[in-house]
């Protein structure tokens, strides 16, 4: 029940994700991402609302990212963080910070709050380069996310978008 709870929250974010294709625009999945999947006891899911994803099968936390390329309008990083925050209610933002990441600026914010009534906590990590924009995100059920963080600053250090 917990992991399809996480699945289920996974997809809340993701799906607070929008793409809208206007005529002549064609927005894909960025191609030659490079990255280091996951160690156990993270095992690849599949999910229409990620390029890829893996779930902790000992907590239920969920690593994934996102691309979208070849998008006609260009949001700040402000408004990709906050269009994958869309789903979580009574937010309470933890930490915000800018800094270099895969040689472009990046933004990474961590946020406890609630989906559907659960308590969460979520860290994303939003850039841009090359005309794609990328989030990268670190999410689970509160009580059981800072037991798995050190695997996500291992993802981040080995994520390089082409």
Not at 22 to 49: C, M, R, T, W, Y
Not at 94 to 112: E, H, L, Y
Not at 131 to 160: A, P
């Amino acid at each position: 029940m917990r992991n399809h709870l996480v699945i289920f929250i996974l997809s809340l974010f993701l799906n607070a994700c929008v793409s809208v294709e206007l005529p002549g625009s064609k927005v894909s999945s960025a191609k030659d991402v490079q990255l280091q999947e996951p160690a156990a006891p993270f095992k690849p899911i599949k999910s229409a609302n990620a390029d890829r994803a893996w779930q902790s099968e000992k907590s239920g936390n969920t690593i994934s990212y996102l691309s979208e390329c070849g998008n006609a309008t260009d949001p700040s990083l402000l408004q990709l963080e906050t269009d994958s925050l869309a789903a979580v209610s009574k937010m309470d933002i933890i930490s915000t910070k800018v800094f270099d990441f895969n040689s472009r600026a990046g933004r990474s914010t961590t946020v406890s709050g609630e989906v559907d009534g659960v308590p969460i906590k979520l860290e994303l990590l939003v850039f841009k380069k090359n005309g794609c924009n990328f989030t990268l995100s670190f999410g689970g059920v509160l009580k059981n996310f800072d037991s798995e963080q050190k695997y996500f600053e291992d993802f981040k250090n080995h994520f390089k978008a082409p």
